[in-house]
């Protein structure tokens, strides 16, 4: 059974700071590895979906990258502001098959203090 | 990009009433479409599973009688709260994928108050 872990599960950080977010995952057979933020009371927002063959995706001041083989993945935020204060979850989406259930990991607060 | 619409971001209703929540992927086709409910600082619990035109298959632990899923077309899926409870008060959220989108896109959540 597929277990994802995200630490820190909460982080608090100046504004401008550089920072990672880390995801692990314990079966590396994979589709691909996403990460969202998601606001109170709000729903998930996309924010990189990196493919199983994939090392990273970039957005912005987003970087995420993925090691299938040790079954872990990180997301790097350049530069942070208070808007950036969120919940961020990772998800794991398991190849091979039909199967398209995502495994979640619980989540990393971040706080982004002006 | 992707969209999911989610509606209607809050309801609230009596005791022993019905809700209907719709979910519709606006600019693609949602081959599969996928229920969860939050508790509050908890992440994501998948109920159900749906595929177009196929009944839904649940999670271990819920209740198909009490949370009717239809999937009726490949852009709308609906989420029924039969004879609603106070538990069953919670943050309902929806996701989408379809066969030309690799990811997954979640609509806005729904603020369910049973009282």
């Known amino acids: 059974k597929q277990e994802v872990t995200q630490i820190p599960a909460a982080l608090s950080v100046p504004e401008g700071e550089n920072l990672v977010l880390n995801c692990s995952f314990t079966d590396s057979a994979i589709y691909n590895l996403q990460w969202f933020r998601q606001d109170p009371g709000k729903g998930l927002t996309s924010l990189l979906l990196?493919?199983?063959?994939?090392r990273e995706q970039t957005s912005g001041r987003l970087n995420a990258s993925l090691d299938k083989s040790s079954g872990r993945s990180t997301l790097y935020i350049a530069a942070s502001q208070p808007g950036d204060s969120a919940t961020y979850l990772c998800a794991v989406r398991p190849s091979g098959g039909s199967n398209y259930k995502l495994t979640f990991g619980k989540g990393t607060l971040l706080t982004v203090n002006p | 990009g992707a969209v999911v619409s989610q509606h209607p971001s809050w309801v609230i209703c009596k005791s022993g009433t019905s809700v209907k929540i719709e979910c519709r992927s606006l600019d693609f086709q949602a081959t599969t479409m996928f229920w969860y409910r939050q508790f509050p600082k908890q992440s994501l619990m998948l109920m159900a599973t749906?595929?177009?035109?196929?009944?839904?298959?649940?999670e271990q632990g819920v209740e198909k009688d009490k949370f009717l899923i239809n999937h009726a077309s490949l852009t709308l899926s609906t989420l029924t709260v039969t004879s609603a409870h106070p538990e069953d008060s919670s943050f309902y959220i929806c996701?989408?994928?379809?066969?030309?989108?690799?990811?997954?896109?979640f609509g806005s959540g729904t603020r369910l108050t049973v009282v």
């Open positions: 990196i493919q199983s063959s994939q």
């Open positions: 996701s989408a994928t379809g066969t030309r989108t690799y990811g997954y896109t």
């Open positions: 749906s595929n177009e035109g196929s009944k839904a298959t649940y």
